[in-house]
């Protein structure tokens, strides 16, 4: 049998190899198990609520026919099911679970991975992802080998339903939706191929925006890429915003829970700079405080924004699921990590492509000039800072030694500025006097080994990728 490990977030795996109808129906029986015990348990969360679950699904190849097998397991152990009706963003389904007060949910997915992989995502009953106790509770009950209900029972209590209107319109109430509806923006969405496509052009129909998707036919390949939203993968929609250029780009992943952003005229920016963008907006424009948590691979520029306005900064491991529950709690503000992924407080307690596209629209229609100037007022009372990822193929059985080796002789200096600390939380981040880093870390869902680089300049960033690559040959 395999062995079933869930990552960052979820379990993924190849499709046919390890992601099989068997291996799918052996994960949900163990979550269907875990989620029944915990109704049952007093000391529970999830003590006498109803044995209800959310499922959802992407446009991945097999995809739909992966979430009804899932939903049958789920339905042959008496589960009241939702099944999405189609392919839906994910942060949909997680809205759903908590707005229809489920015990959990589940979204086949695999996100940003190449197109040969797909997922099993699990959402908690707050409507956000599962954290490591709890994937860990199922990994353990997929040890004793449960036996899973068929996919042919009959007399499923199953339900479908589109859980996205529900969805939207708790996004359209999160911003001045009125405003925005009013600015006549011009609004491209590159949605890389994956389920977002059409989403912008639902949630401004009927508003005096104009809206272009790109990129958004159903194409289980990606294009030939992996749906990331990383410059490296918007040259398609860079061509086609130089010859007919927009206000802003906005671009979501294969699930449309992360956010990236291309200029009106196809320019590429880095998640980093529109965490940043982000941030000015809910504090600036809107007025708002509270806490602000950050993943430690995120730009620092965060870490002098919360200095500058005296706003609480925390700052976790890598993965949403470290973040969620800082905005669960009282006081809480903004969440965000490198990837994309950012969460807001009194939404969903998970990260959200399409509310951060709407507040990006927002930022635009009160300041009313290009995002490129705002950007660079803040670089211009920051400081500049510049990022890139180089993501390289490296076995995953082999990343533990070479992290062991890089903490017992770690490079001195980075450009010429000393290291001054070294964060081993979850692989190696090497951090100067002058603020620059460089990192390292194993994937965890695939072989390929991620260099994170931050400087103060494209050439300098591009230098530290080139000294991470380096030490990957140590």
């Known amino acids: 049998m395999s062995v079933?490990?869930?990552?960052?977030?979820g379990w993924r795996a190849i499709i046919a190899e390890d992601f099989t109808f068997e291996n799918v129906a052996r994960v949900a029986q163990a979550t269907a198990a875990f989620w029944l015990s915990e109704i049952r348990n007093p000391r529970s969360v999830r003590h006498g609520r109803p044995a209800r679950v959310v499922v959802g699904y992407d446009r991945r190849f097999l995809s739909d026919r992966f979430a009804e097998i899932t939903a049958r397991v789920f339905g042959g152990n008496g589960y009241e099911v939702i099944l999405t009706n189609e392919a839906t963003p994910t942060p949909s389904v997680s809205f759903a679970v908590k707005n229809l007060q489920a015990v959990g949910g589940v979204m086949i997915t695999a996100s940003h991975n190449p197109p040969i992989f797909n997922g099993y995502k699990l959402k908690s009953h707050f409507g956000g992802s599962s954290g490591p106790e709890e994937c860990l509770a199922v990994e353990k009950r997929l040890r004793k080998n449960l036996p899973a209900f068929s996919a042919e029972t009959k007399s499923l209590n199953l339900t479908k339903v589109d859980v996205r209107p529900a969805h939207f319109k708790a996004?359209?109430?999160?911003?001045?939706?009125?405003?925005?509806?009013?600015?006549?923006?011009?609004?491209?969405h590159d949605a890389l191929f994956g389920v977002g496509a059409g989403v912008f052009e639902t949630l401004l129909a009927?508003?005096?925006?104009?809206?272009?998707?790109?990129?958004g036919r159903h194409d289980i390949l990606f294009g030939g890429i992996c749906p990331e939203p990383l410059p490296k993968n918007y040259t398609l929609g860079s061509a086609q915003l130089r010859r007919h250029p927009h206000d802003i780009c906005l671009v979501t992943d294969g699930d449309s829970d992360r956010l990236g952003a291309m200029d009106g005229r196809g320019g590429a920016m880095t998640n980093q700079q529109v965490i940043a963008l982000l941030l000015h907006h809910l504090v600036r424009n809107r007025g708002e405080r509270g806490v602000v948590t950050k993943t430690f691979n995120t730009t620092a520029m965060v870490?002098?924004?919360?200095a500058a306005w005296n706003l609480p900064l925390t700052e976790v491991g890598i993965g949403f699921r470290f973040i969620a529950p800082e905005l669960m709690k009282s006081g809480a503000l903004f969440g965000a990590e490198e990837s994309g992924s950012v969460g807001f407080a009194n939404h969903i307690p998970e990260r959200d492509g399409i509310a951060a596209g709407l507040?990006?629209?927002e930022l635009l229609a009160m300041e009313k000039v290009s995002v490129n100037r705002i950007y660079a007022r803040l670089e211009k009372e920051f400081g500049p800072h510049r990022y890139g990822r180089f993501d390289a193929h490296y076995p995953l059985e082999r990343c533990a030694a070479l992290m062991r080796q890089l903490q017992q002789a770690p490079p001195r200096k980075l450009l010429g500025s000393p290291v001054q600390r070294i964060d081993a939380r979850d692989g190696l981040k090497f951090i100067a006097e002058d603020s620059s880093w460089l990192m390292l870390r194993g994937s965890g869902t695939e072989p390929v080994l991620r260099v994170y680089a931050e400087g103060r300049s494209d050439a300098a960033?591009?230098?530290?990728l080139r000294l991470g690559r380096s030490l990957l040959r140590a």
């Open 206 to 215: 009927g508003t005096t925006c104009r809206v272009t998707t790109l990129n």
């Open 4 to 9: 079933i490990k869930f990552g960052t977030d």
């Open 303 to 306: 870490d002098k924004m919360c």
């Open 171 to 188: 996004v359209k109430r999160l911003v001045d939706f009125k405003f925005i509806a009013g600015s006549k923006l011009r609004v491209a």
């Open 461 to 464: 960033v591009n230098k530290l």
């Open 359 to 361: 507040f990006l629209l």
